[in-house]
């Protein structure tokens, strides 16, 4: 069974840089697109971006001049970097695996990020 | 950018009920179209894909149908862990946008 793990800090400056780490276990990040979604409370889900293990991008135009993802096959982890950071991007950050018809089929927990001096 | 509405907003039902839930592409997705479910706190989970195949484990009750902009998600009797809020997601071209939601409360 996959399972998806985020992690990073849960409270960031304004204009600073927001960065987490998921990190997948029970099976393989080769192969698969791995995305990052998130929700502000009490709001709808928004996608990020996606980022294949070749470390092919695709990003949502909306935040793509803050986006950058990565990916390290070697410890199973992909990341989200997203830079200057306001308190509209306060929200649970998702990292979820992209299934073959580009559908979300799993998902982790998501992590709360606040962005606030 | 393909834009995704849902309606309604909202709903209230009764267990029992059958329920519809529409979404609308701004634009031809074909069948690629995915509906989630949402419980407070927790993350989405998987229904359907491909706007009619059920994910693996999910309930017979729950079907999709639709093709290119207009799609429906149906729960054919509604059950108490249904109560939710419900998104779809298309995954034509990116950015694979999420509709508004819907949710489901109890009537």
């Known amino acids: 069974q996959v399972q998806l793990q985020e992690s990073g800090p849960g409270l960031v400056k304004p204009s600073e840089t927001l960065s987490l780490t998921c990190t997948v276990s029970g099976g393989s990040i080769s192969s698969y697109y791995w995305s990052w979604i998130r929700q502000p409370a009490g709001k709808g889900l928004e996608w990020i971006g996606r980022i294949y293990t070749s470390g092919s991008t695709n990003y949502n135009p909306s935040l793509k001049s803050r986006v950058t993802m990565s990916v390290d096959t070697s410890k199973n982890q992909f990341s989200l970097k997203l830079s200057s950071v306001t308190a509209a991007d306060t929200a649970v950050y998702y990292c979820a695996r992209e299934g073959g018809g580009s559908m979300i089929d799993y998902w982790g927990q998501g992590t709360l990020v606040t962005v606030s001096s | ?96 946008a999420f509709g508004p939601g819907t949710k489901v409360d109890i009537k």
């Open chain 2, 1 to 96: 950018d393909i834009q995704m509405t849902q309606s309604p907003s909202s709903l209230s039902a009764s267990v029992g009920d059958r329920v519809t839930i529409t979404c609308r592409a701004s634009q031809s997705i074909s069948s690629y179209l995915n509906w989630y479910q949402q419980k407070p706190g927790k993350a989405p989970k998987l229904l359907i894909y491909a706007a009619s195949s059920l994910q693996s484990g999910v309930p017979s009750r729950f079907s999709g149908s639709g093709s290119g902009t207009d799609f429906t998600l149906t729960i054919s009797s509604l059950q108490p862990e249904d109560f939710a809020t419900y998104y779809c997601q298309q995954s034509y071209s990116t950015p694979f």
